[in-house]
């Protein structure tokens, strides 16, 4: 619990903080050249205004993140479907394929999973500048489910990720799973976790 609110804090820090900053700087540029140039005033409000929308896009996507949590009398499919349904108002084209035979699996990976789903959307919708999003859930190893998240966005030059996909890796760290990122630049993203099915630490869920 500790762990995931210091992981809140500090994207609302980053998130929530950066755009109240650069809106803050756009309006105050706007009134100080208001009477001299209305027009380049003008320009600058109605970028401050864009910027509140996203911030608010920001906002409800993290309080949806914060008050969801998958349901065990849901299907996991269905679940991670209902994550992805969230891109199609954000311009994004969204699809789920699944290989092999469907199975439940433990709590604390089903929680993992869904928690990957929802880091892997919202690092598209932010960064990405993608116009696809693939999450393929796998099933064709008896002893594990492999998790892989894609975008066809601008990718980026370094596999380093941000506080939310280090909180990923440690909750795959204490599964014994594993996580690797592919991207370059101009390539799209790509996050794969391995998890095992038989594994499950209930201190963990």
């Known amino acids: 619990i500790t762990k995931e609110r210091n992981r809140v804090a500090r994207e609302i820090h980053d998130g929530l903080g950066h755009y109240m900053t650069t809106i803050h700087m756009q309006i105050q540029a706007g009134r100080a050249i208001s009477e001299s140039n209305p027009r380049r005033a003008d320009e600058l409000f109605a970028k401050a205004q864009n910027l509140a929308q996203?911030?608010?896009i920001d906002i409800r996507q993290s309080v949806a993140s914060l008050r969801s949590s998958p349901s065990n009398d849901l299907p996991l499919v269905e679940i991670l479907q209902k994550v992805?349904?969230?891109?199609?108002?954000?311009?994004?084209?969204?699809?789920?394929?699944?290989?092999?035979?469907?199975?439940?699996?433990?709590?604390s990976v089903r929680l993992t999973l869904f928690r990957a789903v929802q880091e892997g959307v919202?690092?598209?919708?932010?960064?990405?500048?993608?116009?696809?999003?693939?999450?393929?859930?796998?099933?064709?190893?008896?002893?594990?489910?492999e998790l892989t998240?894609?975008?066809?966005?601008?990718?980026?030059?370094?596999?380093?990720?941000?506080?939310g996909l280090i909180g990923l890796r440690e909750r795959v760290n204490q599964l014994r799973?594993?996580?690797?990122?592919?991207?370059?630049?101009n390539q799209g993203f790509e996050l794969i976790i391995r998890l095992p099915v038989k594994y499950d630490q209930n201190s963990n869920r």
């Open 84 to 107: 992805l349904d969230g891109c199609s108002s954000l311009g994004l084209t969204p699809e789920l394929v699944v290989e092999g035979t469907l199975r439940e699996v433990p709590p």
């Open 122 to 145: 919202n690092n598209t919708c932010k960064h990405a500048d993608a116009l696809h999003i693939w999450v393929r859930l796998s099933f064709q190893d008896p002893d594990t489910v």
């Open 149 to 163: 998240i894609k975008d066809d966005g601008k990718g980026a030059i370094k596999a380093e990720g941000g506080f």
């Open 177 to 185: 799973g594993e996580m690797q990122i592919r991207t370059e630049e």
């Open 54 to 56: 996203e911030a608010l």
